[in-house]
């Protein structure tokens, strides 16, 4: 089992960036892959981006140029860096994990959830 600790969200202005943080405990973290959602007032919970424990790496086409993520896999931790961001990037972002190399962008398929972080991008 993994428990996962998002941080790094706030406020900031259109324009501007952010770098989430998902710190995760266990010690089989690198078997682990590692996804970001975020969920909007009144919405579903979107895919945003994933990573596996080596190599591949997948964005929503909504993200894909602006945000970049990443691993430390000896710090057991995934960033997600968000530059250009829009009002339309106003959320809940939290981090999930699935066992084993998975490609999924379905909230679904993922076993463990943070508590999530919210980020605001005024216009």
């Known amino acids: 089992q993994v428990q996962l600790v998002e941080s790094g969200g706030g406020l900031v202005q259109a324009g501007g960036s952010l770098r989430l943080s998902c710190v995760a405990s266990?010690?089989?973290?690198?078997?682990?892959?590692i996804a970001w959602f975020r969920q909007a007032p009144g919405k579903e919970r979107e895919f945003v981006s994933v990573?596996?424990?080596?190599?591949?790496?997948n964005y929503a086409d909504s993200v894909k140029g602006r945000f970049t993520i990443s691993r430390d896999n000896a710090k057991n931790t995934v960033y997600l860096l968000m530059n250009s961001l829009i009002p339309e990037d106003t959320a809940v972002y939290f981090c999930?994990?699935?066992?084993?190399?998975?490609?999924?962008?379905?909230?679904?398929?993922?076993?463990?959830w943070g508590q999530g972080t919210q980020v605001t991008v005024s216009s």
């Open positions: 999930a994990a699935i066992f084993g190399s998975v490609w999924s962008t379905q909230a679904s398929g993922y076993s463990y």
């Open positions: 266990g010690r089989t973290f690198s078997s682990y892959t």
């Open positions: 990573v596996w424990s080596v190599g591949p790496k």
